[in-house]
């Protein structure tokens, strides 16, 4: 079962281009957060939301956590090249024995061209 | 500050053989996150540890996976009688405590069994 589904699964733009990731679910999150993988790595932390319609801005990255808490979007604007990876979104839940227990989507590979 | 370390960084096995994954966690962290994924896929959750206790071992795909943490730092992922499905990347995350905090992630250990 996919609980976090991310599109598209892949992206390749040029240089100045702006682009938009998805990651949907039908499943409530108590935060969600977005990662950037390059190869040979682990993934990095971008940034954790946890409020039901926030936005955080990060340079040229804008993230979105729905009203409900069921999905997110990341923006880019006027990508360059050091922005190629692999982009990951992640749902967290609290409480049980899921606590701390993150439920990844299946990525996003980002190829940005000169 | 040193980070997640994970030894070795490849693996090359044979099928049946059994193989032993390493993970050092940050100093200090008491929570440590095994995950697998597959050539540019998103990160499948097997175990997590609070200390040296792993409340939710659901994750492991079967009974030839099996994980232990010493002393709450170190802990090794065994996996026996590998099988070519096993190939992956294998990656450790470690961080302070549970919730939302930010989970460091290690480099990983790429197994490819033959």
């Known amino acids: 079962t996919q609980l976090l589904k991310q599109s598209p699964q892949f992206l390749s733009i040029q240089e100045g281009e702006n682009l938009t990731v998805y990651c949907n679910s039908s499943?409530?999150?108590?935060?969600l957060q977005w990662y950037r993988q390059e190869p040979g790595e682990g993934p990095v932390l971008l940034v954790t939301v946890v409020t039901g319609g926030e936005v955080k801005k990060l340079k040229r990255l804008t993230f979105q956590f729905g009203d409900a808490r069921k999905d997110s979007s990341l923006h880019i604007t006027a990508a360059q090249p050091g922005d190629t990876g692999l982009y990951l979104c992640?749902?967290?839940?609290?409480?049980?024995?899921?606590?701390?227990?993150?439920?990844f989507g299946q990525g996003t590979i980002l190829t940005v061209h000169p | 500050g040193a980070g997640v370390s994970q030894s070795p960084s490849n693996k090359v096995t044979e099928k049946g053989k059994d193989v032993e994954l390493r993970c050092d966690p940050i100093s200090g962290h008491t929570a440590l996150y095994w995950y697998r994924q597959s050539l540019g896929q998103g990160l499948e959750f097997l175990i997590y540890?609070?200390?040296?206790?792993?409340?939710?071992k659901s994750g492991l795909p079967s009974d030839r996976f099996s994980a232990e943490r010493t002393g709450g730092s170190v802990s090794t992922l065994t996996i026996q009688r590998t099988q070519q499905e096993d190939s992956a990347v294998y990656l450790c995350?470690?961080?302070?405590?549970?919730?939302?905090?930010?989970?460091?992630f290690g480099p990983g250990t790429r197994l490819t069994v033959l």
């Open positions: 992640a749902g967290a839940r609290a409480g049980g024995t899921s606590y701390g227990k993150l439920t």
């Open positions: 540890f609070q200390g040296n206790s792993a409340p939710d």
């Open positions: 995350a470690s961080s302070p405590g549970l919730a939302i905090d930010t989970q460091y």
């Open positions: 499943s409530v999150f108590s935060s």
